[in-house]
């Protein structure tokens, strides 16, 4: 099933999908009923899966995972004058959701190994205007919850939880995105199941739910006359397109899982002994790697520029890090996060790059970008 179909290796992007032919048999099934927009039935049969699946009283399906974030945070009516505990090193959607919601990010360090926030750092950072932690699982090892779940119940905190990347991982057992008060995953197509753009809330209590469904649409009033507003919302529907390639997707997760392992097997043993470049950690007590993204951390910036200059001449693609939230142009203009320093999430971000690591990636490329990688770091 993986054979690749030709062995010419250039160019190996840096994702792509693995689309199996039943996301075409369900697209068709709209096409052919008319059921394109948010009103179809894949939507509700996506949700209630994917709920399934991690364990959760419902799904809300949105737009995308960064709407997601807006929703969740506005759902628990997270607002101006409140602190949100988020890692420094993340993509940029959580911090944006917390700042447009008119609340103040509280940036948390690294750790170097996991490559998460370091949790022991959060405790002092906890105040009297903290009113939730967002915790963000980065590249396929989940943040350490048990601390996280213990300051949230002795401060009363709500937990956030973007497992944006985190489908199907499990932490001690219990599936990410099964955490949080509010949880979300997105479908982009470099996601371990995609539905082209696309994201899911995850919730259990019922209050929360419906502000979701409900703000989500507009925040049209389920039970009043339509179109008078109470509150504002979005247009963050997902539509019947996309639920249908989501149910698809669904169907395969465990096998994509087990993919993106054995892909990372591949890539751990050809480039056992490499110097100079930190390799992402197998497992953990608490979990083992799912590699939604195979990153390599070089011990200087500079090494980092030559390799990513002398893999992408070669049409391997490389994608840098995350860069850090309080080295955002955006939130310095802002007058945020000021003479704030996390050396550690600096680190990641300056040195940080991953390689191919999409589901489509064959056996033989893995090992041809073994090979270049190791040839290369030798000669830096
Ligand atoms: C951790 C994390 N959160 C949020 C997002 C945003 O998701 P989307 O691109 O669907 O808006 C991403 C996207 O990659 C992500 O990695």
Redesign the pocket.
Known sequence: MYIKKSINMNPIPVNTPLLSGRERELLMECIDTGWISSEGPFIKQFEKNLAEYVGRKAGIAVA????A?DVAIKALKIGKGDEVIVPAF??I??VQSIVTAGAVPVLIDSDAVTWNMDTSQIEAKITSKTKAILV???YGLPVDMDPILKLCEKYSLYLIE?A??MHGQTYKGKQCGSFGNVSIF???P?KHITTG???MIMADDDDVIERCQKLRNLAFEPEKPRFIHYELGWNYRMTNLQAALGVAQLEKLDEHIQRKREIGKLYQDGLQGIKKFQLPLKATEYAENIYWVFGLVAESESLKQKMVSALNEMKIGTRPFFWCMHEQPVFTAMGLFKGEHYPVAEMLARNGFYIPSGLALTNAEVNYVCDKVLKLSAGL
């Not at 995308?64 to 709407?67: F, I, R, V």
């Open positions: 995308n995972g960064s709407a974030l993340t993509i959607s959580p963000v699982h980065i973007d944006a990347e997105s479908f982009y470099n753009e696309g994201g």
